[in-house]
């Protein structure tokens, strides 16, 4: 498992500046997306300090070990079940696109199976690609949700 977070961290860390991010939502869609919107930290065996903050439709940042991302594109793709979302970054001058499957397991829970180097399923499996939980932190110091605004 060490060696998929590797792939993820080289995937991510990058000291490349990155281009406005490029963002598509499916069309009617905009309100789930806007229930993803905030601060989530992944949790379980994973979590090794990894977050991903959805900001806003053109702002999506992924953490992990102190360093961040900004995705330079993503695709949401809420028709299907579980959704499909696809997105990319730069590393080292040249961009990296990741596949996923995404799910709210509550209104605080996503189940998010990432894909490296394989194709994506259209369901979750424990087969291929790295199962990830993510849940969504409150700001401590309101106790309410953290949307990147201070």
């Known amino acids: 498992m060490k060696k ?8 991510f860390i990058s000291t490349a500046s990155f281009s ?17 919107v905030g601060y989530w930290e992944i949790v379980g065996e994973q979590d090794a300090g990894g977050s991903l903050e959805i900001i806003d439709s053109s702002t999506i940042i992924l953490r992990f070990m102190g360093e961040e991302k900004k995705l330079v594109q993503y695709k949401l793709d809420f028709s299907k079940s579980p959704s499909w979302f696809d997105f990319s ?60 605004n201070k």
Do not use: C, P
């Open 20 to 36: 406005q991010t490029q963002a598509s939502v499916t069309q009617g869609q905009s309100k789930k997306f806007q229930n993803m």
């Open 89 to 148: 970054a730069q590393d080292s001058g040249s961009v990296i696109t990741i596949k996923s499957l995404l799910e709210f397991v509550n209104e605080d829970m996503l189940k998010w199976q990432v894909f490296f180097n394989e194709e994506r399923t259209a369901h979750f499996t424990s087969s291929k690609g790295e199962m990830l939980y993510l849940k969504r932190s409150r700001n401590k110091s309101n106790g309410a949700y953290y949307t990147g």
């Open 4 to 11: 998929l977070w590797i792939v993820i961290v080289s995937a």
